[in-house]
């Protein structure tokens, strides 16, 4: 009989197209993947994969099974999702996917509030910035920054929030060397992956063209609260920091619209549903933080 368990990371080496893409997406290390295949090939009799200086590549058969284990995996989560839609208990696992800032700047008060009420709900908060896929039960509940509602798939249930601002901040003690005349430019703080974004612009400050880069938002928001230079940020982000001002004669810029999503049977649940309510509330008392409203111009 074959194990579903090898399946999965067949199916996982295949998307991924390497065996180290695979036990990455499955948080396991590479040896795993590496038996579990040998298992299923051992079963089926067949080799799954040709090994390429490029990757790993599906054979004739591999591509054979490729098409039932999908449809093995498709099976798999319709049944799962329906079971899980008529569970009204309130005790059990909740998975919630967000950004990372989201995560760490605004919501985790509110999270730590929903778990201190309802201590038998397991919550996991998965934060990154890999769009979570709901339909294969990746998590129960999304949380994202949408800008083309267009983009949503059509399976998945939609609580449109708050529009999502962000603007360009620098240190309190940077604007006050500026407005004391220091004569140096200032440096602009990039993410090294994103670089300055196309909106910006400096505003009434001098900027040189030499920046600082950063390889993550965290570090991103302490370079410039050290008075590195000035950045981009969500409102929710900067306009919260006591340390941090909006640079003068700079224009907000919308990110997009939050979205709290769920999908299908799932978004039924006693536990899913209570989260939802909870936090679309807490969501809504944001609105005026997260379009940059909640202060007056410095």
């Given at each position: 009989m074959i194990d579903w368990d090898d399946v999965r990371y067949f199916l996982a080496a295949a998307r991924g197209g390497s065996l180290r893409a695979a036990a990455k997406r499955l948080g396991v290390n590479h040896a795993t993947v590496l038996r579990r295949i040998a298992q299923l090939e051992e079963r089926l009799g067949a080799q799954m994969f040709e090994k390429l200086p490029s990757g790993y590549r599906l054979t004739a058969a591999?591509?054979?099974?490729?098409?039932?284990?999908?449809?093995?995996?498709?099976?798999?989560?319709?049944?799962?999702?329906?079971?899980?839609?008529?569970?009204?208990?309130?005790?059990?696992?909740?998975?919630?996917?967000?950004?990372?800032?989201?995560?760490?700047?605004?919501?985790?008060?509110?999270?730590?509030?929903?778990?201190?009420?309802?201590?038998?709900?397991?919550?996991?908060?998965?934060?990154?910035?890999?769009?979570?896929?709901?339909?294969?039960?990746?998590?129960?509940?999304?949380?994202?920054?949408?800008?083309?509602?267009?983009?949503?798939?059509?399976?998945?249930?939609?609580?449109?929030?708050?529009?999502?601002?962000?603007?360009?901040?620098?240190?309190?003690?940077?604007?006050?060397?500026?407005?004391?005349?220091?004569?140096?430019?200032?440096?602009?703080?990039?993410?090294?992956?994103?670089?300055?974004?196309?909106?910006v612009r400096d505003g009434e400050v001098r900027t040189t063209g030499v920046p600082f880069r950063t390889t993550d938002g965290e570090a991103q928001i302490v370079a410039v609260r050290q008075g590195l230079g000035i950045t981009t940020l969500p409102c929710f982000v900067g306009d919260a920091d006591p340390h941090l001002v909006r640079v003068p004669g700079t224009d907000l810029h919308m990110y997009g619209t939050l979205w709290l999503l769920t999908q299908g049977e799932t978004r039924k649940t006693k536990r899913v549903r209570l989260f939802t309510e909870f936090v679309s509330g807490r969501l809504a008392a944001y609105a005026p933080l997260l379009t940059g409203l909640s202060i007056s111009r410095d």
């Open positions: 591999g591509e054979e099974v490729l098409q039932l284990a999908e449809q093995m995996e498709a099976s798999s989560h319709q049944l799962e999702t329906r079971v899980f839609g008529r569970d009204q208990s309130v005790r059990g696992l909740l998975r919630v996917t967000l950004a990372p800032t989201l995560a760490t700047h605004l919501l985790m008060p509110d999270f730590a509030d929903f778990a201190r009420l309802h201590p038998d709900i397991e919550m996991e908060i998965v934060s990154s910035g890999e769009l979570a896929n709901l339909t294969n039960r990746e998590a129960d509940v999304a949380i994202r920054v949408v800008y083309d509602r267009k983009t949503l798939p059509l399976n998945l249930h939609g609580l449109k929030g708050s529009d999502i601002f962000g603007g360009i901040y620098m240190s309190r003690d940077l604007l006050a060397a500026w407005r004391a005349g220091a004569p140096d430019p200032i440096r602009w703080i990039v993410i090294s992956i994103h670089g300055i974004p196309d909106w």
